[in-house]
């Protein structure tokens, strides 16, 4: 049986596709800090303490799968502010310098050549107009996209047999083990449910992706493999939505009414870091090239909040 390795398996979208994947294939996953042990239940499931920034345990991660079909790159600091305060702890960890270098070994070693899923951002896009499309020219405003589009050269340039989504806003129910940052659907439906006033931006436009769609995908690279005609792609939502756009949606969907959502300019923000206004993705090589359905924010709600 072909194994999967997903580093950062212990994150948000880590654990969900570390669950799923696990369903059809051995698995294993890479954590530094949190070891998600509720995944290790799983039939055929392991874990691995990697340190992605030294590299250190890579070798014996890799070694130890005897036919490795894929790669998904989880592994990141995915807080643009905690990139900004630490540019080099942000570079050592969102450019996957020593995953690489594990990889050119283990081709070395073994012959094998997995595909490289490697999950980047819409952050490398720098906001100024709207439906981004994969060729357009990349100028990230901040440390974050900076790093995130050095990575994409990165394995662009060492791995050919690679694939790279750039995600945007990921969104879903709560995975087997609770993430210490807060989601963006916990904190909207517990602003709503409190029934105090709360301000929602109104001006920064993303495509927001349900997670589920993000694991179709990546199945779906898997099974066509080079038969794809290309190698980057936007990965988001079908609807161009505004935070304000997507708490009026949960409102709408959980029936706690719209009074509470205060619409705000990202100005009245202060942040120590500089957020791309318009991030908005053309998904159409994705959806055609992979055949998926992408799910409207409406239908997600459906599923994680059934009535």
């Known amino acids: 049986m072909a194994s999967v390795l997903v580093t950062g398996g212990s994150g948000y979208l880590g654990q969900f596709l570390v669950s799923r994947l696990s369903e059809r294939r051995k698995v294993g996953y890479t954590y530094n800090s949190h070891l998600a042990e509720a995944l290790n239940v799983l039939d055929g499931v392991k874990a691995f303490k990697v340190d992605m920034a030294t590299g250190e345990g890579l070798q014996e991660c890799l070694s130890s799968f005897g036919d490795l079909a894929c790669i998904v790159n989880c592994a990141a600091i995915s807080k643009p502010g905690e990139c900004e305060e630490d540019p080099e702890r942000a570079r050592s960890i969102n ?26 951002t819409d952050q490398v896009y720098d906001g100024s107009k709207e ?11 901040n440390v974050y996209g900076k790093t995130k589009l ?42 709503l449910r409190s029934g105090q006033e709360t301000s929602f931006i109104e001006d920064e436009f993303r ?13 779906e690279l898997m099974a066509k493999g080079a038969a794809v005609s290309h ?26 009414g719209t009074d509470t959502i205060v ?18 993705m053309r998904v159409e090589r994705l959806a055609t090239e992979l055949d998926i359905k992408l799910t409207p924010f409406a239908g997600a709600l459906s599923k994680i909040f059934p009535q």
């Open 95 to 120: 450019i996957p310098t020593k995953l690489l270098d594990a990889l050119l070994e283990l081709r070395s070693a073994t012959g094998q050549e997995p595909l490289l899923i490697h999950i980047s």
């Open 131 to 141: 439906w981004w499309r994969e060729d357009d020219t990349c100028q990230p405003v």
């Open 150 to 191: 050095e990575a994409e050269s990165a394995v662009q340039a060492r791995w050919p047999n690679h694939a790279i989504l750039r995600s945007s806003i990921i969104y879903g129910p709560q995975p087997l083990v609770p993430v210490s940052r807060p989601l963006m659907l916990d904190f909207i439906v517990s602003s």
């Open 207 to 219: 495509c927001p992706i349900f997670v589920d769609d993000i694991v179709a995908v990546v199945d």
């Open 231 to 256: 190698r980057l792609f936007n990965m988001g939502g079908p609807q161009r939505m505004s935070r304000v756009d997507m708490a009026m949606e949960v409102a709408n969907h959980l029936g706690t």
């Open 263 to 280: 619409r705000v300019p990202s100005s009245s923000f202060k942040r120590n870091v500089r957020s791309p206004l318009d991030i908005s």
